[in-house]
């Protein structure tokens, strides 16, 4: 069965550096996303993209975040510099249409030091 | 603000009975309702997704929608000790493409 996949599952970085996230959608979608859940607390949703742009994005998602495709098959998000208030779960996730459902990756575990 | 409101719980439930979830949302345009499972440390998980009034059953779920009372639920029968998960409503709303996700209610089936 199709899956987004995620890499890397956990990433540790030292505040202020920059990491780039991973992400592998679904093959035959055309719609990628980026959520955060902060532990303990509700999903969030990060940015949309679409067609090599961004659709929308939040407010979370300010001048410290970027998203690229930079190819045909993966999908990143990069954070330039990072705070200890980034430590959180990303999820990827990927759709065939806009209003269907997404399909999420496993994660990855950000930890800002 | 378009919000999605859950109960945190947890919700506890008997093995075999019937968990009942609810979540409302805040606006009336909303068109596609999700209910995803999140196990502890894990990524959500699709269970039920739902577009119109009325009842929708797969296997042991049944989702619920009331676009009237903008209300939303997920039914689990026969209860089992493996549904013990934090359940999210998830609600895309008018005017875009995002989910807007509940904080989730945690439920625990007790063996």
């Known amino acids: 069965e199709p899956e987004v996949t995620q890499t890397p599952s956990h990433q540790v970085t030292q505040m202020g550096q920059e990491v780039i996230l991973r992400c592998v959608p679904i093959?035959?979608?055309?719609?990628f996303y980026w959520y955060r859940q902060i532990l303990g607390q509700k999903v969030e949703f990060l940015v949309s993209f679409y067609n090599n742009e961004i659709s929308e994005k939040s407010e979370i998602f300010d001048d410290q975040f970027s998203v690229e495709r930079p190819d045909g098959s993966n999908f990143t998000l990069k954070i330039r510099s990072t705070k200890l208030e980034d430590s959180a779960m990303y999820f990827c996730a990927s759709s065939a249409s806009p209003s269907d459902i997404q399909y999420f990756g496993a994660g990855t575990r950000l930890s800002v030091l | 603000q378009k919000e999605v409101e859950q109960n945190s719980g947890p919700l506890s439930v008997p093995e075999g009975a019937i968990a009942s979830l609810n979540c409302t949302y805040s606006?009336?345009?909303?068109?596609?309702f999700f209910w995803y499972r999140q196990y502890s440390g894990k990524s959500p998980e699709l269970i039920m997704f739902?577009?119109?009034?009325g009842d929708k059953e797969d296997g042991r779920f049944t989702a619920q929608l009331n676009k009237a009372s903008q209300y939303v639920s997920l039914l689990i029968r026969d209860s089992q000790p493996s549904d013990s998960a934090t359940y999210l409503c998830?609600?895309?709303?008018?005017?875009?493409?995002?989910?807007?996700f509940g904080t989730g209610t945690r439920l625990k089936v007790l063996a």
């Open positions: 998830a609600v895309i709303t008018s005017g875009t493409y995002k989910y807007i």
């Open positions: 606006d009336r345009g909303s068109q596609s």
């Open positions: 093959s035959n979608h055309l719609y």
């Open positions: 739902i577009y119109s009034n």
